[in-house]
């Protein structure tokens, strides 16, 4: 079965700085996709970024990024330029290729001050 | 174009009573899923549509639970016999056939008394 650790329940960060939310998983399927959504206080998840295990590329979406480390069974999450607006739960997602099933980890709470 | 919704937004019961949680996926989309977080929790997977049959319902903990889509859109979870441990925000999703991107709704939180 596939698992997906969060080790850092809370981080913060203050304004227009960087910030990298870990995630670990264990799988031994090889082509899987990983995602990080972002959850705020209105409950709505929002896909910020994805991740193809068979791309060796690393993902960039604006100002998020991740590093993929496949044999590691690392993907963390980078957050350049903070903002306010980015106070939220992070969760890190595994999805086994040929189902569409996510399993989520336990989520690390992002607070943004000034 | 609308997201996915979700009603009631809160629902509050009684132990023992029956709750249907309803879901209207966006439009097109023909997979759609359900989600269960609990507090402080990561969302667990309960099942999963692909048109109007449940592809997948590995995640449904007990026969208590019960989900339909009789005509391949909306979506009704059912509970019977409420129990407290079944508190928690129960969350919908939907996707385009051949995307990989699931789109939530803002769940629906259940308490149980």
């Known amino acids: 079965a596939q698992t997906v650790t969060q080790s850092q329940p809370e981080m913060s960060v203050q304004e227009a700085e960087t910030v990298t939310l870990s995630c670990t998983y264990d799988?031994?399927?090889?082509?899987?996709?990983l995602f990080w959504y972002k959850q705020p206080p209105s409950r709505q998840m929002i896909l910020v970024i994805r991740?193809?295990?068979?791309?060796?590329q690393n993902a960039t979406e604006n100002r998020f990024s991740v590093n993929f480390q496949k044999a590691a069974k690392s993907f963390s999450l980078k957050i350049s330029d903070s903002q306010l607006g980015d106070t939220a739960m992070y969760f890190c997602?595994?999805?086994?290729?040929?189902?569409?099933?996510?399993?989520f980890g336990t989520g690390t709470r992002l607070q943004v001050f000034p | 174009g609308a997201g996915v919704s979700q009603t009631p937004s809160n629902k509050v019961t009684e132990k023992g009573k029956y709750v249907e949680l309803r879901c209207d996926p966006i439009s097109g989309h023909t997979a759609l899923y359900w989600y269960r977080q609990s507090l402080g929790q990561g969302p667990e997977f309960l099942i999963y549509?692909?048109?109007?049959?449940?592809?997948?319902d590995s995640g449904l903990p007990n026969d208590r639970f019960f989900a339909v889509r009789p005509e391949g859109s909306v979506s009704t979870l059912k509970i019977q016999r409420t129990e407290r441990g079944d508190s928690a925000v129960y969350l919908c999703?939907?996707?385009?056939?051949?995307?990989?991107?699931?789109?939530f709704g803002p769940g629906t939180r259940l308490t149980v008394l």
């Open positions: 999703a939907s996707k385009m056939f051949g995307d990989n991107e699931q789109f």
């Open positions: 799988t031994s399927e090889n082509n899987y996709y």
């Open positions: 549509f692909q048109g109007t049959g449940a592809a997948d």
């Open positions: 997602a595994f999805m086994k290729h040929g189902t569409d099933k996510l399993i």
């Open positions: 991740q193809e295990a068979y791309k060796q």
